[in-house]
Structure formats: C-alpha cells, structure tokens
C-alpha cells in the first residue's frame, strides 16, 4: 500500500494533469471564439484567469488587496442576485434538473472553473429555472497542507447556508483563493485558519457573522460533511471539480477536465 507522502504526490500529480488539460481546453476555447469574432466578456474573463494561473508568478504572494476583494465580492453578488438559495442548493426547489458539484475550496481547478466555465451555467441554466445547483464537499487539494481544516471549512460554508448565502460563501472562497504563498503554490501552503474563515464570513452581505460563527461547531453539519465525501466516491468522482446530473433518466457523472456549458447541457439532452 502507498505511503500517506506517496498518496499525496500522486494526488497532487493528478490535479496538475487536470490543471494542464483546463488550460489547453481554455486556449483551444478562445482562439475559436477570436476566429469567430466573439469577445465578450466572458472570453476577456478566461483569458485574464489563464494568463493569471500560467504566469511566472510563483516567486510572489499572490493574496488579495482590499480593494481586489471587494471587486471579488461585487462579481459574485452580481453573479448570484436574484437567484433563491436553500442551504447548499442554488436554484428553484422545483427546477426539473439537479446539477451537483462535488468541491475542496482549496482546489485550485475548482477556483479556476468557479470563475471561468461555472459562470455561463449559473447563468444558462439555473437562473433560467432548467436546473438547480447543489454545492457538496469532496476534500481533494486540501490534503497537501489544509486536511486539518478540511472539515471546518466545508462547515463554515454550510453554515452561511443556514441564513441562505452558502453559495455567496463559496464562490468567495474561490474568488479570493490565493495562487502562490512564499514562492509556493498555496494548496501546499497551510493557510487555512479559524481566522481565515472568519474574514471571508464577514465579507458576504447580509451574512450574521454572529450566528454563522455559532454553527461552526455543529456535529449535524459536520456529520453532512462527510455524507458528502462518501456521496462524491459513489458518484464515481476522482478529483475536483466533479459534476453529476440527475433528471428523469436517472444520474450520470459529467467526464469533461472541467465541466462546462455545453457539455452539461448534452448530459441533460441525454437524462430529460
């Protein structure tokens, strides 16, 4: 059996594959949508994020200044207004579709897809009332350095999901994750504090920091947290971020290095 070091380099090994793959999938992307004559703003989003994530950044600490934070904040409200939430569901209760993300806020993939592909699919399909959007933990990147914290951060997500802003909490999260901590990629850093969690809880709007912190210590939540993690391996899941689609048809796991607008949308041609 592979040793704990082992496990984690091959963990490791396997999200830099990933990140690899999202990155020529996002090239291939942009250059069809130049060729097209198609640059909005979404595309300028992609570029931006990709030139961010493959530059010779990592020399540099790349956390955010007060005033990229709340340029952060500002995207996500934006992104979210409007739309109902449920604890960790996004999207009307009676939405024919569930879509489910299985994530590790220190997953530096899922930050990539939270501010590139995920976008269009709030927007095309939940904000449209076709499919509902449910957020459940799967701890991936966070076992380099933060496996001590994975719990509570998973929590701390839940419960800003008991005044209805889960979502606003965790597209936070991804937002504001750091790239590179002390010349080191931050998934390998241990930067992941009761601190941390907090200063993320006080940005979100109309979000009681009160009685989010009184929560945080709440086994039923905890215990939802690993209800999580057993769903996300039966699902078949192997890394992060993961999405499954339920319909009429029954469920199926979407393959894509990173899920995307269309090919969720054929998933759901395939299960309606």
């Not at 070091?5 to 490791?12: D, G, M, T």
């Not at 493959?54 to 409200?77: C, D, E, F, I």
């Not at 939430?85 to 897809?113: M, W």
């Not at 606003?168 to 601190?195: D, F």
């Amino acid at each position: 059996m592979a040793s704990r070091a082992e496990q984690k380099a091959a963990a490791r090994a396997a999200r830099e594959a990933r990140q690899s793959e999202l990155k020529l999938a996002a090239a291939r992307r942009t250059r069809m949508a130049m060729t097209a004559g198609v640059i909005g703003v979404a595309v300028v989003a992609l570029v931006v994020a990709i030139i961010v994530s493959s530059s010779g950044g990592h020399k540099k600490n790349t956390r955010l200044s007060g005033g990229q934070k709340a340029a952060a904040v500002r995207a996500v409200q934006a992104e979210l207004a409007g739309i109902p939430q449920h604890g960790n569901v996004l999207g009307k209760a009676s939405a024919p579709i569930t879509l489910t993300e299985y994530g590790d806020l220190v997953c530096p993939i899922c930050r990539d897809f939270a501010v590139t592909t995920e976008p269009p699919i709030i927007s095309g399909l939940v904000r449209t009332g076709k499919a509902k959007l449910v957020f459940r933990g799967f701890e991936t990147a966070s076992q380099s350095a933060n496996a001590s914290e994975y719990v509570a951060t998973q929590v701390a997500a839940r419960s800003a999901g008991l005044q209805g802003l889960e979502w606003n909490y965790v597209l936070l999260v991804y937002h504001e994750q750091p790239q590179n901590l002390n010349g080191q990629p931050a998934e390998t850093v241990s930067y992941i504090t009761p601190a941390y969690l907090q200063g993320i809880a006080k940005q979100v709007p109309h979000l009681s920091p009160v009685s989010w912190q009184s929560h945080l210590a709440d086994q039923a939540l905890a215990n939802d947290v690993t209800l999580d993690g057993q769903a996300a391996l039966a699902s078949g899941a192997q890394g992060t971020p993961a999405v499954t689609v339920t319909g009429p048809k029954g469920t199926a796991l979407d393959t894509e290095a990173i899920p995307t607008l269309a090919g969720l949308q054929a998933l759901i041609a395939q299960l309606s």
